[in-house]
């Protein structure tokens, strides 16, 4: 597996301000993704994030409201724009293809809990 | 679309008693399952998987679950539960070909009671 660690932790943010969360993982991976997870809810995709390329994103999410960013095979962000407290969630990155693993096992960082008031 | 469903929301058990959740999903080809478990303040874990071969597969902590292709299911086991067990369980599916995008259940709270 890999280690993956997102900063911050938790924060506490006003209405109409921005966020960026970090995701950063000890090795080399191919693939990295980030997840909402709206309280009493399961995971929600919100994007893929390509290094060196656009991220992907999942119906109902643009990336005016998500930019993403990749710049190497180590290190992702989220940046949650123009908050509103309908964003309060937990954001979670995942990572797969890890090196010398064939199949696409996605492992989960600590998360990020986000409210916003 | 696939899609993935948990059959209960809430599961209460008294130690050393048995556990099943089931686990349905809906997918257009091979697929690949996981169950990954949440323990209360700690992050998201991969407790088992399923990608081919022996239909069932044993995890972490005891667990064991059993790919049922005609039934569509991936129904997570444990013949007797601990208090430690306490947590939200979570069944996800993707697609076996390429890369597909990994759909998760709802979850199932277990609440173990010593």
């Known amino acids: 597996s890999a280690v993956i660690s997102q900063k911050p932790s938790r924060d506490i943010c006003q209405r109409g301000t921005s966020l960026t969360i970090q995701c950063q993982v000890d090795s080399q991976v191919t693939m990295m993704f980030w997840y909402r997870q709206q309280p009493g809810q399961s995971l929600t995709l919100i994007a893929t994030a390509n290094q060196g390329s656009e991220a992907t994103y999942e119906s109902g999410f643009v990336i005016d409201k998500f930019p993403i960013s990749r710049p190497n095979l180590t290190f992702s962000t989220l940046t949650v724009s123009n908050m509103s407290p309908e964003d309060s969630s937990i954001y979670l990155c995942?990572?797969?293809?890890?090196?010398?693993?064939?199949?696409?096992?996605?492992?989960f960082g600590p998360g990020t809990r986000l409210l916003v008031l | 679309a696939q899609s993935v469903s948990q059959h209960n929301h809430h599961v209460i058990l008294s130690e050393a008693a048995s556990l099943e959740l089931g686990c349905n999903y809906s997918?257009?080809?091979?697929?690949?399952l996981f169950w990954y478990v949440q323990y209360p303040g700690q992050h998201l874990q991969l407790l088992l998987k399923?990608?081919?071969?022996?239909?069932l597969v044993k995890g972490i902590k005891g667990f064991e679950a059993e790919f049922i292709k005609s039934k569509f299911s991936f129904n997570l086991r444990k013949p007797s539960v601990q208090w430690s067990d306490t947590a939200e369980y979570f069944c996800?599916?993707?697609?076996?070909?390429?890369?597909?995008?990994?759909?998760f259940g709802k979850g199932t709270m277990l609440l173990v009671s010593p």
């Open positions: 399923y990608f081919s071969g022996d239909p």
């Open positions: 995942s990572v797969a293809k890890l090196a010398g693993e064939p199949q696409e096992t996605q492992y």
């Open positions: 997918y257009g080809g091979t697929v690949n």
């Open positions: 996800a599916v993707n697609g076996n070909s390429g890369y597909s995008t990994l759909t």
